[in-house]
């Protein structure tokens, strides 16, 4: 196995030297601790245990039990936890996960997927020697179901490691967990513990690749689909580790530090055990990811000594090196062409009603508004329970049985985000989309994201009936309002778009490559240049003629498209350049990002919170759904739950469907 960590044995390494070191460091009033922190990164695990030997052996005292003594918080528990041996110290990570109140699903999933069967025997041997009972007792004693059934799998250290492939039991494997899964009502989860539990790595990538020709979907979308809970989210690590686990690895730690506040303990575990094995790949495929070197990211979210010694774990800063590196690129690019081998099976959260009468609905709408006071959740079990061409039947009846307008009686009867929601719910997608245009771009500023937004992820049909819907609304085009509303390369891109004309059909191989050498060739061109050139082929082609440009372009300039937007364009232009790489990515995934922006942080953007979830909620909010729980840890229910209130939380939550 080639070494990828980054830390590696100190040479002319003398133990003995080095426990006297660590003893004056330890020694009188208050202690050295930058002396302590500088040793202990910069030698081995195998190096430190000698060391524990050789301060027993000289001063008669135990190193660690000195070390918990003289330090503190965090910092104390990071050196305290690089004394350990990795067996060990994945012993008592999985020890603390279990035991006491509550169990820490995610440390159980994290450690169980990732290790190779040596790392696991080696660590049901320390757990028995440390605590004297057996891991796989404490660990069935402690979970349920079919997660518990898969750590059990996981537990034996058996995976197939032989490197040896059969074709036909590839697509046998590929056709059984289809057949588990997809293809008929319910699941058998037992198959996808057999084969996602035993198989070697080699052929679980073959067996993925055939799964996906053979159903337009990837692996992670049908587990996505099938499993919910702990047990979803432990297959789901499985199949990562399969694919990268220095990718896994990545996102862990991105979401350890994101946000408010930083999940020490997933930040420690990562960072000291996987420093000797595969830390330069982790900071790669980091880096691929979130356009930042993770370096940077520990350095903006930690302090003190603490934030010394992970740097010292992590190594480097790839920010400074500015250039990609050979991993990174292969997995940019077989990230592209897994997006374009998907097809992904859109999933609503509302669907049309059954048995539905529209009569029977006016009337009761007429009811709730009528007399004093407003019944509001009847308002909102009818209108968030219907599909918008229901609704659009209940606003013609509405008016020939009642003689009323019941978006005027609605107007009048709600206030605030509650009635602004209720609207958008009752007005047509085009309409909705027009009025959303219209209020991005009214009064003094323009709500660039909104605009953005809407215009990279209609269709050119959605388009052009928002144009329509527009002229008729506000008695001038759409087309007019954005040009004198934006300027430059910007207002030329919304332009390009809003005249919904994009491509539509297959993937053109020999163009896709030329567009690719194009992009790659704009790229040394000075920046006007660039952007028009990026704007005639990204305005302009097709999502799937897209996907396969972007993955040429790694090929031709060993850089993400992502990447090179980021760092050679800015303010609206970047973004909308982004959206649109976003969006072909990864279209639900887009969307689960700007509803964790509108409501991250203090305050909610409800405008966007309200525009998303009105226009997905028929299309692929469920997806959005699975995508926001998978890159943030908390579903939209909860981030819903907790950023909101009243009538309003309730008629958004019927709109999201559930939680994940």
Same mark, same amino acid.
């Given at each position: ?27 009188? =009033? ?114 349920? %179901?079919?997660?518990? @059934? ?41 198959? $996808? ?55 896994? $690895? ?56 603490? @934030? ?13 090196? %500015? ?210 050139? $990026? ?88 997806? =959005? ?13 909860? $981030? ?21």
């Amino acid at each position: 196995m080639v070494f990828r960590g980054t830390i590696t044995g100190a040479p002319d390494f003398d133990p003995s030297a080095d426990a006297e070191t660590l003893y004056n460091a330890m020694k009188g =009033i208050g202690s050295d601790k930058e002396a302590i922190l500088d040793l202990v990164t910069s030698r081995s695990n195998a190096q430190r245990q000698e060391i524990i030997a050789a301060y027993k052996s000289s001063f008669g005292k135990d190193l660690i039990d000195d070390l918990k003594y003289e330090l503190t918080g965090k910092f104390e528990r990071l050196i305290v936890s690089l004394m350990r041996t990795p067996a060990y110290h994945d012993a008592k990570e999985i020890h603390d996960a279990v035991k006491g109140a509550g169990t820490n699903e995610r440390c159980l999933i994290e450690v169980m997927a990732s290790r190779n069967n040596k790392q696991i025997h080696e660590m049901v041997a320390a757990y028995k020697d440390a605590y004297g009972s057996d891991i796989e007792d404490d660990i069935t004693a402690d979970t349920s %179901g079919h997660f518990k @059934k898969m750590l059990v799998a996981l537990l034996q250290g058996t995976r197939d490691e032989s490197g040896v492939v059969n074709a036909d039991l590839v697509e046998q494997d590929a056709q059984e967990l289809y057949a588990a899964g997809e293809e008929q009502w319910g699941t058998d989860e037992a198959t $996808f513990i057999m084969i996602l539990g035993s198989r070697s790595v080699t052929h679980l990538h073959m067996v993925f690749d055939a799964y996906e020709k053979m159903t337009e979907l990837s692996i992670e979308d049908s587990i996505k689909n099938e499993l919910s809970g702990d047990f979803e989210r432990l297959m789901l690590a499985v199949v990562q580790c399969i694919r990268s686990v220095p990718m896994f $690895f990545a996102k862990r730690l991105y979401k350890s530090m994101k946000g408010l506040g930083t999940a020490d303990n997933t930040l420690i575990r990562i960072m000291i055990s996987r420093s000797e094995i595969d830390m330069l790949d982790i900071r790669e495929c980091f880096r691929l990811r979130y356009e930042k070197s993770l370096y940077n990211m520990i350095k903006d979210d930690t302090s003190g000594d603490y @934030k010394r010694t992970l740097l010292n774990l992590c190594g480097g800063d790839d920010d400074l090196a %500015g250039e990609f590196f050979p991993e990174a690129a292969q997995i940019a690019y077989k990230m592209w062409e897994l997006s374009a081998m998907t097809k992904i099976q859109l999933r609503p959260t509302v669907r049309p009603a059954p048995n539905f009468d529209p009569a029977a609905d006016a009337q009761a709408l007429r009811k709730a508004m009528k007399g004093f006071g407003t019944d509001e959740d009847a308002i909102i079990d009818i209108v968030a329970q219907r599909s918008n061409a229901q609704r659009q039947e209940i606003r013609q009846t509405f008016k020939s049985l009642l003689g009323r307008d019941l978006m005027k009686d609605l107007k009048s009867e709600l206030s605030k985000n509650l009635e602004r929601l209720i609207i958008g719910l009752m007005l047509t997608p085009a309409e909705f989309d027009a009025k959303m245009m219209r209020k991005a771009m009214e009064g003094a500023g323009t709500d660039e994201h909104a605009l953005i937004e809407i215009l990279v992820t209609r269709s050119n049909e959605e388009i052009q009936a928002m144009n329509a819907a527009y002229k008729n609304a506000y008695k001038k085009t759409l087309e007019e309002a954005i040009q004198s509303d934006t300027s430059g390369h910007f207002c030329r891109i919304l332009v390009s778009l809003v005249q919904g004309a994009r491509e539509e059909g297959p993937v053109d191989v020999e163009r896709a490559n030329a567009d690719a050498q194009e992009l790659a060739d704009a790229c040394n061109a000075d920046s006007d240049d660039m952007e028009m050139k $990026f704007m005639s082929i990204l305005c302009t082609r097709s999502f799937p003629h897209l996907r396969r440009v972007f993955q040429e372009f790694v090929r031709c300039t060993n850089k993400d498209i992502e990447q090179i937007i980021k760092k050679e364009m800015s303010g609206d232009v970047k973004n909308a350049f982004y959206a649109i790489v976003r969006s072909v990515k990864n279209q639900p995934s887009y969307f689960a990002d700007r509803l964790y922006k509108a409501m991250k942080g203090l305050g909610t953007d409800d405008r966007a919170l309200i525009r998303i979830m009105v226009s997905r909620c028929e299309i692929d909010l469920f997806n =959005i759904r699975k995508e926001f729980k998978e890159t943030h840890d908390d579903s939209l229910h909860e $981030f819903i739950q907790g950023d909101t209130s009243g009538d309003y939380r309730k008629t958004l939550l019927m709109l999201c469907g559930g939680e994940d």
